[in-house]
């Protein structure tokens, strides 16, 4: 009751001496002086601006590695990470309240003395030198300046030199102190403070000058911190001026003596330390990954795309990156550094950052979704290529994952897995037998080199193929004139909206308009001819591996606010979209093709029969040469793991990579499963039914 009283008095003898205070010998209205009331310099706490009760400081996101410590890079506009009072040097406590407001504890947010004081300078000097500004003055400042919610405008008239906005201040200052304790408010102030070198908040600053945490300053760094608080543009040591950092410390390390916070002979040998500093910098965005890590670009880069799909964050993209920038989120992504560096180490035993052909490759989690790695024999950088190329040696484009101006590439045979899969679907068993010609005359409308007539008529690779198939022995052997037979047994139609459903994505505009309007006509399809990326693949077949779950590629294991609260964004994205026994009929025959058996010992061939032996467990997979070799692709799956790559020019798509190089990509796979799968259990398959091994059915659906 007597502080209320007094905060009463206090305005009211505000509003006379403001006369002379914030515009040199500029008087207040006679009306203001005496007409504000009670009502109008002391507002209630309830009504204070939203942005006071409950700040909406912008915080810098950090982003890590599936460790949760491991930092892959930070997000920010303004470099700040909120702390609490207790992980602050009690020195940092004492050197903010010497140097900004030494009666900080004595005061209700008005220092009168102070206004009076100010007051008097002013007038005597003509000009204004003190504006009296207390330090929960000041936090009413800095909130409402750096208030994301409002416009320029508002931010500018904030902090204009006005006689309204001082008495704004006032009053608002008054009403928090009533509200809040100074702890409180202490610890708002240096999360907000702006300390000069890009580095606001006294986390940052810390960190920017002294490469330590606010808790571990020692008395002359807290006193520099102290007095640049005053003038950070112009004071600050890293950038500016450092002979006035050091006399701004000074002031600030007397003012504690006098205050008696600090024996003078302490002070003294704080002064006489020199700077000292250790000046470090929070990496921002995508391009500032570690040097060492430069590989994590890649990774980072479609965690930002992705970030910008999740409604959770924002309405629109630009929504949702201005939070990132500001939001203070603490991700914890799936990225595993281990198995990225073994990634990585194989990509290049491919293709060297030398070669103008690249080998993309991703590895994905089935049944969550989560994506391990992703790698690419290029450097992360937005510098300039020699030859004006757009990916080669540097790009940002995302190679991997696909999107902006990256399509993807054609993955061959690979597509025959979703023409399978809409045959068991259909009703069709494993054993569906066909006696497959060299080459095939089909009903689907096609023009140039593959047209006979008019009709796509796709040749097997070598005549060995040609004669009697079933599912396990043509997917295996890669029997191009069965699965034309089989695609227009099913349906074309059928077998793109398949691919869809396990998370292919048409980036091509002519391939789209194709899955549009054309799909029923698109026998070619399961030949592959369609773009796609090592993610979609790799998520296609960990579908299959996780028994016909398809879950949403996911880069992360876990978001959470700066409040410490869980973000549901960071959560899998999984259903069912095959019947279970479909998908394992798939994974059973999957097998043929990199030398494992199937349950029912149905495989004859494979085309990358090595693998099985190379990784010494249950494995299934398959591998895809799209026309005259231009590209390879290789897919591989355990019931834990999921691997897809593929050789290619991203540049120039006339340069064939030649046949080759798909034993090198074998043999990168086998090596990656392997180091992936090194501390898992072994796990086989689940077999599928003998009746859709055998018996023609009627349709089963998952979806």
Same mark, same amino acid.
């Given at each position: 009751?007597?502080?209320?009283?007094?905060?009463?008095?206090?305005?009211?003898?505000?509003?006379?001496?403001?006369?002379?205070?914030?515009?040199?010998?500029?008087?207040?209205?006679?009306?203001?002086?005496?007409?504000?009331?009670?009502?109008?310099?002391?507002?209630?706490?309830?009504?204070?601006?939203?942005?006071?009760?409950?700040?909406?400081? %912008?915080?810098?996101?950090?982003?890590?590695?599936?460790?949760?410590?491991?930092?892959?890079?930070?997000?920010?506009?303004?470099?700040?990470?909120?702390? +609490?009072?207790?992980?602050?040097?009690?020195?940092?406590?004492?050197? @903010?309240?010497?140097?900004?407001?030494?009666?900080?504890?004595?005061?209700?947010?008005?220092?009168?003395?102070?206004?009076?004081?100010?007051?008097?300078?002013?007038?005597?000097?003509?000009?204004?030198?003190?504006?009296?500004?207390?330090?929960?003055?000041?936090?009413?400042? $800095?909130?409402?300046?750096?208030?994301?919610?409002?416009?320029?405008?508002?931010?500018?008239?904030?902090?204009?030199?006005?006689?309204?906005?001082?008495?704004?201040?006032?009053?608002?200052?008054?009403?928090?102190?009533?509200?809040?304790?100074?702890?409180? @408010?202490?610890?708002?102030?240096?999360?907000?403070?702006?300390?000069?070198?890009?580095?606001?908040?006294?986390?940052?600053?810390?960190?920017?000058?002294?490469?330590?945490?606010?808790?571990?300053?020692?008395?002359?760094?807290?006193?520099?911190?102290?007095?640049?608080?005053?003038? +950070?543009?112009?004071?600050?040591?890293?950038?500016?001026?450092?002979?006035?950092?050091?006399?701004?410390?000074?002031?600030?390390?007397?003012?504690?003596?006098?205050?008696?916070? &600090?024996?003078?002979?302490?002070?003294?040998?704080?002064?006489?330390?020199?700077?000292?500093?250790?000046?470090?910098?929070?990496? $921002?965005?995508?391009?500032?990954?570690?040097?060492?890590?430069?590989?994590?670009?890649?990774?980072?880069?479609?965690?930002?795309?992705?970030?910008?799909?999740?409604?959770?964050?924002?309405?629109?993209?630009?929504?949702?990156?201005?939070?990132?920038?500001?939001?203070?989120?603490?991700?914890?992504?799936?990225?595993?550094?281990?198995?990225?560096?073994?990634?990585?180490?194989?990509?290049?035993?491919?293709?060297?950052?030398?070669?103008?052909?690249?080998?993309?490759?991703?590895?994905?989690?089935?049944?969550?979704?989560?994506?391990?790695?992703?790698?690419?024999?290029?450097?992360?950088?937005?510098?300039?290529?020699?030859?004006?190329?757009?990916?080669?040696?540097?790009? &940002? $484009?995302?190679? !991997?994952?696909?999107?902006?101006?990256?399509?993807?590439?054609?993955?061959?045979?690979?597509?025959?897995?979703?023409?399978?899969?809409?045959?068991?679907?259909?009703?069709?068993?494993?054993?569906?037998?066909?006696?497959? +010609?060299?080459?095939?005359?089909?009903?689907?409308?096609?023009?140039?080199?593959?047209?006979?007539?008019?009709?796509?008529?796709?040749?097997?690779?070598?005549?060995?193929?040609?004669?009697?198939?079933?599912?396990?022995?043509?997917?295996?052997?890669?029997?191009?004139?069965?699965?034309?037979?089989? @695609?227009?047994? !099913?349906?074309?139609?059928?077998?793109?909206?398949?691919?869809?459903?396990?998370?292919?994505?048409?980036?091509?505009?002519?391939?789209?308009?194709?899955?549009?309007?054309?799909?029923?006509?698109?026998?070619?399809?399961?030949?592959?001819?369609?773009?796609?990326?090592?993610?979609?693949?790799?998520?296609?077949?960990?579908? &299959?591996?996780?028994?016909?779950?398809?879950?949403?590629?996911?880069?992360?294991?876990?978001?959470?606010?700066?409040?410490?609260?869980?973000?549901?964004?960071?959560?899998?994205?999984?259903?069912?979209?095959?019947?279970?026994?479909?998908?394992?009929? %798939?994974?059973?025959?999957?097998?043929?093709?990199?030398?494992?058996?199937?349950?029912?010992?149905?495989?004859?061939?494979?085309?990358?029969?090595?693998?099985?032996?190379?990784?010494?467990?249950?494995?299934?997979?398959?591998?895809?040469?799209?026309?005259?070799?231009?590209?390879?692709?290789?897919?591989?799956?355990?019931?834990?793991?999921?691997?897809?790559?593929?050789?290619? $020019?991203?540049?120039?798509?006339?340069?064939?990579?030649?046949?080759?190089?798909?034993?090198?990509?074998?043999?990168?796979?086998?090596?990656?499963?392997?180091?992936?799968?090194?501390?898992?259990?072994?796990?086989?398959? &689940?077999?599928?039914?003998?009746?859709?091994?055998?018996?023609?059915?009627?349709?089963?659906?998952?979806?």
């Amino acid at each position: 009751m007597i502080r209320a009283h007094l905060d009463k008095v206090l305005t009211v003898l505000i509003a006379g001496v403001l006369a002379g205070l914030v515009l040199a010998g500029a008087a207040l209205p006679v009306a203001l002086v005496f007409g504000i009331g009670f009502s109008a310099l002391s507002t209630p706490y309830s009504e204070l601006p939203n942005t006071l009760r409950t700040p909406p400081t %912008a915080q810098r996101s950090n982003l890590y590695a599936n460790d949760g410590t491991t930092l892959i890079t930070s997000f920010y506009e303004e470099d700040r990470v909120d702390v +609490p009072l207790q992980e602050v040097a009690p020195v940092m406590r004492q050197a @903010i309240v010497a140097a900004e407001d030494t009666r900080f504890y004595e005061h209700s947010g008005v220092d009168l003395r102070g206004v009076a004081r100010a007051f008097t300078v002013n007038q005597r000097d003509g000009q204004t030198r003190q504006g009296a500004s207390t330090l929960t003055m000041q936090y009413v400042r $800095n909130v409402l300046s750096s208030d994301p919610r409002l416009s320029e405008k508002q931010r500018k008239a904030a902090t204009e030199v006005s006689t309204a906005r001082k008495v704004q201040e006032m009053r608002y200052a008054l009403a928090l102190e009533r509200e809040l304790n100074k702890e409180d @408010i202490l610890v708002r102030y240096l999360n907000i403070a702006y300390f000069g070198a890009g580095a606001y908040g006294i986390a940052a600053a810390s960190k920017r000058f002294f490469s330590k945490s606010p808790a571990d300053l020692t008395l002359a760094e807290a006193a520099l911190l102290a007095g640049l608080v005053r003038s +950070p543009h112009t004071d600050e040591p890293i950038n500016g001026d450092a002979d006035a950092a050091l006399a701004r410390r000074a002031y600030v390390l007397d003012r504690m003596v006098e205050t008696g916070q &600090v024996p003078a002979d302490v002070a003294a040998r704080a002064k006489a330390e020199p700077l000292n500093l250790r000046p470090s910098e929070t990496p $921002n965005d995508c391009t500032a990954v570690p040097g060492e890590h430069n590989d994590w670009g890649f990774f980072c880069d479609w965690f930002t795309r992705w970030w910008s799909a999740q409604p959770a964050f924002g309405a629109t993209a630009d929504e949702r990156q201005r939070a990132l920038r500001r939001g203070g989120y603490s991700i914890v992504t799936s990225l595993d550094p281990a198995v990225q560096r073994a990634t990585v180490e194989q990509v290049l035993s491919v293709y060297p950052k030398t070669d103008r052909r690249a080998a993309p490759t991703a590895v994905i989690q089935p049944g969550t979704g989560r994506v391990l790695a992703m790698a690419v024999n290029r450097t992360y950088s937005v510098d300039e290529n020699p030859d004006g190329g757009e990916n080669y040696p540097n790009t &940002v $484009n995302q190679l !991997v994952a696909g999107g902006g101006t990256i399509e993807g590439y054609q993955a061959g045979s690979t597509f025959k897995l979703f023409t399978m899969l809409a045959a068991l679907e259909a009703g069709l068993p494993l054993r569906t037998e066909y006696d497959a +010609p060299g080459r095939l005359v089909t009903n689907f409308p096609v023009t140039g080199e593959a047209s006979c007539g008019g009709r796509w008529c796709p040749e097997n690779a070598s005549v060995s193929l040609d004669g009697r198939h079933d599912m396990w022995s043509a997917f295996g052997r890669s029997v191009n004139t069965y699965f034309a037979w089989l @695609i227009e047994r !099913v349906g074309a139609d059928r077998v793109v909206e398949m691919a869809q459903r396990l998370g292919i994505v048409f980036r091509s505009e002519s391939d789209a308009r194709l899955a549009r309007e054309g799909a029923k006509e698109w026998g070619p399809f399961t030949l592959g001819v369609s773009a796609t990326t090592p993610l979609d693949l790799a998520g296609a077949y960990a579908a &299959v591996a996780a028994e016909g779950t398809w879950c949403a590629p996911l880069p992360v294991v876990s978001v959470t606010d700066a409040a410490g609260r869980p973000v549901a964004a960071g959560r899998p994205d999984c259903r069912q979209v095959l019947d279970t026994d479909v998908a394992r009929a %798939a994974a059973d025959a999957a097998r043929c093709p990199v030398g494992d058996q199937s349950m029912y010992q149905g495989c004859d061939g494979g085309t990358a029969e090595s693998l099985r032996q190379r990784l010494g467990r249950p494995v299934a997979g398959k591998t895809g040469s799209s026309e005259r070799y231009a590209t390879e692709t290789v897919v591989a799956f355990t019931p834990q793991l999921a691997v897809a790559t593929m050789a290619t $020019n991203p540049d120039d798509p006339r340069d064939a990579v030649g046949q080759a190089v798909q034993s090198r990509l074998v043999a990168a796979v086998g090596e990656v499963l392997s180091f992936g799968l090194r501390d898992e259990p072994v796990r086989d398959f &689940v077999p599928p039914s003998e009746r859709i091994a055998y018996e023609v059915t009627g349709p089963r659906t998952g979806n």
